[in-house]
């Protein structure tokens, strides 16, 4: 099964995020191309020589911040694999993070990225986001394809993927242009206070897209204190998204 790792985004951060992919790609949409109209951003976007929208926008319930892709991963190695990550993060604090600038991955996969602000408590300088996806990693690498997570190192920063091109001749200048447009943009910050376990069937969800259907739910150290002194909450109820 193919597995990742990621962050949840509160409802609100979701919310804040969804209006401003919404906008872009509504503006990409009557810049250079039609649109269907449609709210929710699956269908928005310029249409390709298919007679399709040349960009396929994530559905805001399958937006996440991804900190490793472990690829196909056996089915029998999943209960192991959550006890290790247990393990693993047990020992790391939540960081504080929020989104903010965008850009674009091999031409075809538009993202938004994930900034870690200073430590609320200590005041220290925030590299908590790096060291949780070092160690996210690391546990993965145990159980996971060696070739698909070298595979996906180019893309080793925290983010959230809003957008792909279904043909980069087409789609590659929109997402371009949507990268710029989202450059300026930055969310609400909050604590990030566990990592999911996630399985992706590909073209098994709506429109055939993925299914996502989370497997383990982590708690980082620490998170419960460090929301209730930043007077935040975070995270809805999860099971099986698609699009």
Known sequence: MRLFLSLPLPATVAEHLDLAVGAVADAAAWGVGATDGRRGGAERGSESGSGRPA??????????????????????????????LRRSLLRLPAPVVRLRGAGVFSGRTLWVGVQEQRGRAHG???????ALMA?????????????????????????????????????????QHCAAALSVYQ?????????????SELGAGRGGSALHETLAEIPLSGAAG?????????????GKSDG
């Open 187 to 199: 969310g609400p910050e909050w604590t990030a206070d566990e990592v999911l376990l996630v399985r």
């Open 55 to 84: 960009v396929r926008w994530t559905p805001r319930e399958q937006r996440h911040i991804t900190l490793a892709f472990l690829g196909e991963t056996p089915g029998g190695a999943v209960d192991e694999l959550t006890l290790e």
């Open 124 to 130: 220290e300088r925030g590299d908590r986001l790096t």
């Open 226 to 238: 460090e929301a209730r002194a930043t007077g935040e909450t975070g995270g809805d109820g999860r």
């Open 135 to 175: 160690v996210c990693e690391e546990a993965g690498a145990l159980f996971a394809s060696r070739g698909e997570l070298l595979a996906a190192r180019d893309r080793r920063r925290a983010h959230v993927t809003v957008g792909r091109a279904r043909d980069r001749r087409r789609g590659e200048g929109i997402l």
